[in-house]
């Protein structure tokens, strides 16, 4: 069992849509967790950068942790066609290397 | 926020030749540094760990003598990929962990075809 699991879709919603991306996780030692943006043949960009439990948010995206439940949440307000990529939920317990989920492909159509 | 650079972005090379991946960190310094390989489709998957002045630390399966890394200085790591074979084709990426506040930024990737 990979120990970050995402459903790898695709997930295709209207513009405007509030979109949730979600990802579960079967290490408790894990601490920080990330999300990724990586549009086609490109590196991840960082998203969202959060420790442990919590909600965090910045404009129109939402990182929500619940350890109880090793879950992990990215929500998008206001979706736009930009927003179109693949979503990549990351989990760690040191900061340093990172287990990745498999990638959750987005498409926001007009 | 911090910029990692990766060159090239692409290279096609014949069986058997050496390629040499650049990654450097150009705003921050990054005593960490991550190299990945991604399939199609696929995630990212962790091929070793790179730490400035000492060797690298390869994840299970990755064959140390085939990837060579090099971490130089607290910016710059490098990855090559010695007598590469069309199995080696696929897509490498870089990664350097902001010492401040432990963030991870990545390079732009390369795109590998071995022919």
């Known amino acids: 069992q990979k120990e970050v699991e995402q459903d790898p879709g695709p997930l295709s919603v209207p513009e405007g849509a509030i979109v949730s991306l979600n990802c579960t996780y079967s290490?408790?030692?894990?601490?920080?967790f990330m999300w990724y943006r990586q549009y086609s043949r490109k590196g991840p960009e960082l998203l969202m950068y959060?420790?442990?439990?919590g909600n965090k948010e910045d404009g129109r995206f939402t990182a929500q942790v619940d350890k109880s439940s090793k879950y992990i949440s990215l929500f998008i307000r206001d979706s736009q066609p930009s927003d179109s990529a693949t979503y990549l939920c990351?989990?760690?317990?040191?900061?340093?290397?990172?287990?990745f989920g498999k990638g959750t492909s987005l498409l926001v159509t007009p | 926020g911090a910029v990692v650079s990766q060159h090239p972005s692409r290279v096609i090379c014949k069986s058997g030749t050496s390629v040499k991946i650049e990654c450097r960190s150009l705003?921050?310094?990054?005593?960490?540094m991550f190299w990945y390989r991604q399939f199609p489709k696929q995630s990212l998957m962790l091929m070793a760990t790179?730490?400035?002045?000492?060797?690298?630390?390869?994840e299970q399966g990755v064959e140390k003598d085939k990837f060579l890394i090099n971490h130089a200085s607290l910016t710059l790591s490098t990855l090559t990929v010695t007598s590469a074979h069309p199995e080696d084709s696929s897509f490498y990426i870089c990664?350097?962990?902001?010492?401040?506040?432990?963030?991870?930024?990545f390079g732009s990737g390369t795109q590998l075809s071995v022919l």
């Open positions: 990664s350097a962990r902001e010492a401040v506040n432990e963030k991870l930024f």
């Open positions: 290490n408790s030692a894990f601490q920080y």
């Open positions: 959060t420790y442990s439990s």
């Open positions: 990351a989990a760690s317990n040191s900061g340093y290397a990172l287990n």
């Open positions: 705003d921050f310094q990054a005593t960490t």
């Open positions: 790179s730490n400035e002045g000492s060797k690298a630390t390869y």
